[in-house]
């Protein structure tokens, strides 16, 4: 049976000088991307021939999403809920690109790695093959995602266990403004 959910939307407005603040600590963690199948395998993910920071200084405002996939039902499959955050993450990146073309000079920021192709061209030392879908996580930038979703939206991370979806899973990315 198909993960039995609904959907909540939230945004939050700061500032890019107070999130970098509070949130930003690439040192901390790079170590966790390091641990992920996906750190040296994605164009999107550390490690990178760029500084992280000198994103984060281009921009002076951030609109924060979180996208709230709600479980009706306790305990449900967790398979089953990681297929329904696949295709929300589509409909997540979606609204993002939405607001980067209607706010000039903006940059969205997604909610984990990139899965725009189903090898990234990185692994095979390639240039990244659609350069125009590329786009960082807050995350792959050094942001503390956990805790700027328990500050800004009151929520705390909630994970999967035992084979069994969490009460909610959120994606949280956002917009860079000038």
């Given at each position: 049976?198909?993960?039995?959910y609904?959907?909540?939307e939230?945004?939050?407005?700061?500032s890019?000088e107070e999130?970098?603040?509070?949130f930003?600590?690439?040192e901390?963690?790079?170590?966790?991307?390091?641990?992920?199948?996906s750190?040296?395998?994605?164009?999107?993910?550390?490690?990178?021939d760029?500084?992280?920071?000198?994103?984060?200084r281009?921009?002076?405002g951030l609109?924060?999403?979180?996208?709230?996939l709600q479980?009706?039902v306790?305990?449900q499959?967790?398979d089953e809920?990681l297929?329904?955050?696949k295709?929300?993450?589509?409909?997540?990146?979606?609204?993002?690109q939405?607001w980067?073309?209607?706010?000039?000079?903006?940059q969205?920021?997604?909610?984990?790695?990139?899965?725009?192709?189903?090898?990234?061209?990185?692994v095979?030392?390639?240039?990244?093959?659609?350069?125009?879908?590329?786009?960082?996580?807050i995350?792959?930038?050094?942001?503390?995602?956990?805790?700027?979703?328990?500050?800004?939206?009151?929520l705390?991370?909630?994970?999967?266990?035992d084979?069994?979806?969490?009460d909610y899973?959120?994606?949280v990315?956002?917009?860079?403004?000038?």
């Open positions: 049976m198909p993960f039995q609904h959907v909540r939230m945004t939050a407005e700061t890019v999130f970098v603040t509070r930003v600590r690439v901390k963690f790079l170590p966790f991307c390091q641990q992920c199948g750190y040296n395998t994605r164009w999107t993910c550390p490690p990178f760029f500084d992280p920071m000198t994103i984060w281009s921009y002076t609109r924060l999403y979180a996208r709230i479980a009706d306790p305990e499959p967790l809920a297929a329904a955050l295709q929300e993450k589509r409909l997540y990146r979606q609204e993002l939405r980067e073309r209607e706010t000039p000079g903006s969205m920021l997604l909610a984990g790695t990139c899965d725009q192709c189903e090898t990234c061209e990185k095979q030392g390639h240039p990244c093959g659609r350069p125009e879908l590329l786009r960082y996580s995350e792959a930038l050094g942001g503390d995602v956990e805790g700027c979703l328990q500050h800004y939206f009151h705390p991370m909630l994970w999967g266990r084979g069994k979806a969490p899973f959120v994606l990315g956002g917009l860079l403004t000038k």
